[in-house]
């Protein structure tokens, strides 16, 4: 008998349908498994269902549909209100006013601390506070998203909308407010605070 050797997609949708290798089936088999070149039926079908809520596999690369069980009040991104995106033009007025200030109290705050390669950069919309040896952080606003950027050597990347109740530029995926990010950040890298509000 001649070895049957399928893609390797059929091959993986053997093993998550647990059916025996083709190599074991013969055509003389009683089985009721036919091999087709788009589908693959069975007497007992694959049904995406079964799999839809065990938990994924850590030992390889996998897709998981089950549900995430995240609590609201805590974690996962904030609903967007869209009533309450900003106009283009109020977005630059409060997001130019938040990097100036930002500029001006890092200025201020440059003279009050002993790190070597501080320095501090504002060109074409964008602020750069380097930290020599620390890091260098980023500010850049996005028009099209009504965002403020931020790169981070501590927190990494992360995306600031205007808040109105708050009066703040909130990231909507832990409610972290910019300022503060930026001064507990800065206070643990320089090991002096700074106060941002």
């Given at each position: ?13 053997w093993r998550l349908a647990k059916l025996p290798p083709p190599s074991s ?100 919309e964008v602020l750069t506070l380097k930290l020599g040896d620390l890091g ?52 643990q890298l320089c090991g002096e605070p700074i106060n941002l509000s």
């Amino acid at each position: 008998m001649a070895s049957k050797v399928l893609p390797i997609p059929l091959r993986r949708l053997w093993r998550l349908a647990k059916l025996p290798p083709p190599s074991s089936l013969s055509s003389s088999s009683s089985s009721s498994y036919s091999l087709d070149p788009h589908l693959l039926y069975s007497s007992r079908r694959f049904d995406i269902s079964d799999k839809a809520h065990r938990p994924c596999s850590s030992s390889r690369r996998s897709f998981c549909s089950r549900p995430l069980n995240l609590d609201q009040s805590s974690q996962g991104p904030t609903a967007i209100d869209y009533r309450s995106v900003l106009q283009e033009d109020e977005f630059h007025r409060l997001a130019d006013s938040t990097i100036h200030d930002l500029q001006e109290k890092f200025e201020g705050y440059g003279d009050s601390v002993q790190v070597e390669g501080f320095d501090i950069d504002y060109g074409n919309e964008v602020l750069t506070l380097k930290l020599g040896d620390l890091g260098t952080y980023v500010l850049n606003k996005q028009t099209p998203n009504r965002q403020i950027w931020l790169s981070s050597p501590v927190s990494g990347p992360s995306r600031f909308d205007w808040d109105p109740n708050a009066h703040a530029w909130v990231y909507r995926r832990n409610k972290a407010n910019l300022l503060d990010v930026l001064e507990s950040e800065l206070e643990q890298l320089c090991g002096e605070p700074i106060n941002l509000s």
